[in-house]
């Protein structure tokens, strides 16, 4: 059920590892830590932003949020290899929760009900 | 050259969202919030654990891991959508810069030139 | 009930940003994705380290690890100005609430029962 | 040069941790994953909301918050000890070096400056 393309990915991404005989460092609670280093990294171009400030991103900007991006997929693949999780299908898995969790007629709209449902 | 399973993931994601009149909520500062908050939540289910540890997961941990890691990829995803970035080239376009980054011949093995290079 | 000291290095820090015209920036919100971020610089340095590599730092590495922390403190000292909080009295509070949730008998010693009580 | 009320939370804390025998989980590379867990859950609070939402928050979300910044500190406090950190001494040092390195004249104002001057 797995995609070829990430499948690919994560190949490519256990090669670059090995050769540099870098797996010693990868597991998964390291994984975590650089993963979550890479989302503040990501963070941080937003701080000090407003919301429509972080819609309107210069050509610039734009690309090293791309990146930054790249770098969080980067560590998520390579942590869903070290634990043999497919990425996609507990994805899919998820959504399909989300949709009986969130139900359209008792959330839709105000932010309110958001927070809640969000915390809950 | 972006994936049709992972845009087909993207566009299930956005009517998610717009059917519940959640988009308001999803500027991409907000999504990065979010994204960081998921990241956390993978970080906290190895907080305690060694490395080890974090290797040899009894089976409801790893699928709670593996559900952490489905919320990250929905979150890269929504933001994906949201900034318009194709994230599979991007990860590829990142994955040369590494390969010349980290020359095989000057980075392999000690975890001290790894952590210098890292912060380099 | 709140410390001289701590009061003294809050209005230091409010000066500093007032004078700057930075307050603008300073909302709760833009405050805590600016903590974060300077948390997970401080997760960064030990990203790649074993346990036992985070506790002999070099002088070089600790120093730098004492001024990350000092950037959490600053950010955490701000928004509880910003906030009106009492941080002092606010952690004894805390304090006082994990002696009672954490029972020295039922929770001594194994990591696996700290994990437990941990995420509960 | 380090107060007594800080050293007072810090001697309790590390009495906590010992009747539970709980010091050996409190590597420094542990302890850093949970305070940037702990400013995740801070930041989880704000995620959904506006910036003046962040500032107009309900009694019950205050203390919520109030809570989460005492988490915080209670790691930081950990850590310093661990590390044998003055963190009251290192903030002092890290806000002398915030003065001369974002002079008034240079960055007063502007978000665009505010953000450059962040990132360098």
Redesign the interface.
């Known amino acids: 059920m797995s995609?070829p393309?990430?499948e690919e990915?994560k190949l490519?991404?256990k090669e670059?590892a090995q050769?540099?005989?870098?797996e010693?460092?990868h597991?998964?609670?390291?994984l975590?830590?650089?993963?979550?280093?890479e989302?503040?990294?990501?963070?941080?171009?937003?701080?000090?932003?407003?919301?429509?400030?972080?819609?309107d991103?210069t050509p610039q900007r734009?690309a090293a949020?791309?990146?930054e991006?790249?770098?969080?997929?980067?560590f998520?693949l390579r942590?869903?290899d070290?634990?043999n999780?497919d990425?996609?299908e507990?994805?899919?898995?998820?959504?399909e929760i989300?949709?009986k969790r969130?139900p359209?007629e008792k959330?839709?709209?105000s932010?309110k009900k958001?927070?809640e449902y969000?915390?809950a």
């Open positions: 995609e393309a990430i990915l490519k991404l670059f050769v540099r005989d870098w010693q460092f597991s998964p609670k390291n975590s830590m650089a993963l979550s280093v989302a503040s990294e990501l963070l941080e171009h937003f701080q000090w932003m407003t919301e429509q400030q972080s819609v991103l734009h949020v791309a990146f991006m790249a770098d969080i997929f980067i998520l942590l869903s070290q634990l999780i990425l996609m507990m994805t899919k898995r998820k959504m989300n949709e969130y359209v959330v839709k709209g932010s958001y927070n969000d915390e």
